[in-house]
């Protein structure tokens, strides 16, 4: 099955920095990744999705890349700010056709500090 | 709309005892998933039902058991919990195949001592 490794599991960064969230898949035949932000005593949140036919897509001051080749995905947050701070899920899975069965990373906690 | 409806939110279970984690979507979800969340193991699916009637294993379904009772309601049944079990539980639906976004409960956070 899918293997969804996801790095760094703690991430602290200074209001305005940028902070990226880095994850590797091991499924070639996986072709969906979504975003998943959960704040504290929270549900999780879908805040971006990317398919395996785009290397990148961007939302206001989040953007997730692809390497398919590499087998790679990451997401970017930019100007960072308070409320950015959560816990950060990369997930994986062979999309619609296989009924989106996610594999998750294990989490990125986010810290941002004013 | 109320969304993803979990009940209960807190579960406290003695070795052995049973208990059903009720789950319900008012969004006319074809698709409904079962995860569990555990401190830096992200979520992993526990079950997962396409559509009303229909159930398919995920990555740890040992102990557990299922039943899609109509398009609504998803139900999580331990049978006989384990201290392994302790752990928070999402429900979740999508409108698979139209859209993949997947849409969480609130979660249930069970201990089993």
């Known amino acids: 099955g899918e293997n969804v490794e996801q790095h760094p599991s703690t991430l602290s960064v200074q209001e305005g920095d940028s902070a990226v969230i880095k994850c590797t898949y091991s499924?070639?035949?996986?072709?969906?990744f979504p975003w998943y932000k959960q704040e504290l005593g929270k549900r999780p949140q879908l805040i971006i999705d990317?398919?395996?036919?785009?290397g990148e897509k961007k939302d206001q001051r989040i953007a997730v890349t692809l390497n398919k080749t590499a087998k790679h995905f990451s997401l970017h947050i930019t100007e960072t700010q308070p409320e950015d701070s959560a816990v950060y899920f990369c997930a994986a899975s062979r999309g619609k056709a296989a009924g989106n069965k996610l594999t998750f990373g294990g989490g990125t906690r986010v810290l941002v500090k004013p | 709309n109320a969304g993803v409806t979990q009940t209960p939110k807190f579960q406290v279970l003695k070795t052995g005892q049973s208990m059903t984690l009720q789950c319900a979507q008012d969004m006319n979800h074809n698709s409904m998933y079962w995860y569990r969340q555990d401190p830096g193991m992200g979520l992993r699916l526990i079950y997962y039902?396409?559509?009303?009637?229909?159930?398919d294993k995920g990555e740890v379904p040992n102990g557990y058991n299922v039943s899609r009772l109509n398009k609504r309601e998803f139900s999580l049944r331990l049978e006989s919990a384990a201290p392994s079990q302790t752990s928070v539980y999402f429900c979740?639906?999508?409108?698979?195949?139209?859209?993949?976004?997947?849409?969480f409960g609130s979660g249930t956070q069970l201990s089993v001592l």
């Open positions: 499924d070639s035949a996986s072709n969906y």
């Open positions: 979740a639906s999508s409108e698979v195949p139209k859209n993949e976004k997947l849409f």
């Open positions: 990317i398919r395996s036919n785009v």
């Open positions: 039902s396409a559509s009303e009637g229909t159930t």
